[in-house]
């Protein structure tokens, strides 16, 4: 059994040093807990995150300094040190979010805001709006992961069906992919219909697309969780995870426009069933049917989901 650290005890001013190594996503769960620390200790606190994702936290408000650990200095004193590595990974059955929070302050978190923040600056939003002076004003967001954990990379063929009947279905509508360099880019190219934005914005600028698209449409991944910091609509293609682990708080409301379309396999969700600590997931499914989860989505489903947001009309 693993004990949690005992919650930090308010006193001003101090220093904290709060370490979450990575990754995008992992860090952007972590900012309910440094809003937290902001409001506890007050601004005299001097908070400094240590993470391989200094982007996502440079131009948060609650933190005074974020390095990346090969910048760490030794000869620094610290009156608190919070260790947020490996915190959802040994409480595998709770939210992730939740993980952190109770991490940071034990039990006692049921009032704790869990909205998560990504801020941007004037010019990543500057550099969006130039962008989207040349597509439709209707768009949709495409998320087509391609890396680790083979289970969260979709079959390529689910997003070809999808973005063929998007084409077909509403003619006004552009479908703009976004990514680092590894995952899958737009099969058709550049045009009017289809924009490949993959490995060319930054975070704050893939935040304020995704802010003004009709959807934005993936699975857990880095761009999921900077669309879970949007109010738009999302629809999230869950495989090992369930949707109680993974779903935002949007406006103090769980899950709000969050349309789930689970993977339709009877393993789904096996994430609450590894063994801890999980740093790498063990796939259920007998060898010849390894990662039968991410080509196991309903077709069906996905079309339905994105109908209801799209016929509403334009955000």
């Given at each position: 059994m693993r004990l949690?650290?005992?919650p930090l005890k308010i006193n001003q001013p101090c220093r904290i040093l709060v370490d979450r190594r990575k990754a995008v996503g992992d860090v952007i769960m972590i900012t309910p807990v440094l809003r937290e620390l902001r409001k506890r200790y007050g601004d005299d606190a001097y908070i400094q995150v240590v993470t391989e994702e200094i982007i996502v936290l440079e131009n948060n408000p609650d933190v005074d300094k974020v390095i990346v650990p090969s910048d760490m200095n030794r000869e620094d004193r610290w009156d608190h040190y919070l260790n947020l590595n490996d915190a959802y990974e040994l409480n595998v059955a709770s939210h992730y979010v939740d993980a952190y929070l109770y991490r940071a302050f034990g039990q006692d978190i049921d009032a704790i805001d869990?909205?998560?923040?990504?801020?941007?600056?004037d010019e990543e939003r500057d550099a969006v709006e130039e962008l989207k002076k040349d597509i439709n004003p209707r768009y949709v967001v495409f998320h087509m992961r391609r890396w680790a954990w083979e289970n969260k990379n979709i079959d390529p063929t689910t997003w070809t069906m999808v973005m063929a009947w998007v084409e077909a279905s509403y003619p006004?509508?552009?479908?703009?992919?976004v990514g680092a360099q590894y995952d899958s880019r737009m099969p058709?190219?550049?045009g009017i219909r289809y924009v490949d934005m993959v490995e060319q914005l930054s975070l704050g600028e893939i935040r304020h697309l995704i802010d003004g698209a009709e959807f934005f449409i993936g699975g857990d991944s880095g761009p999921y969780h900077v669309a879970c910091t949007t109010n738009t609509p999302i629809v999230a293609m869950l495989s090992h995870l369930a949707p109680e682990q993974i779903l935002p708080w949007r406006d103090g409301e769980f899950g709000k426009d969050v349309h789930v379309v689970q993977s339709k396999v009877a393993c789904v969700g096996c994430y609450a069933r590894?063994?801890?600590?999980?740093?790498n997931l063990?796939?259920?499914?007998?060898?010849?049917?390894q990662w039968l989860c991410n080509r196991s989505f309903d077709f069906n489903q996905i079309t339905q989901e994105l109908k209801s947001i799209l016929d509403k009309g334009t955000k």
């Open positions: 949690k650290p005992a869990r909205t998560l923040t990504l801020v941007t600056t006004d509508v552009t479908m703009i992919s058709h190219g550049q590894q063994t801890p600590p999980v740093s063990v796939c259920e499914q007998p060898a010849d049917q």
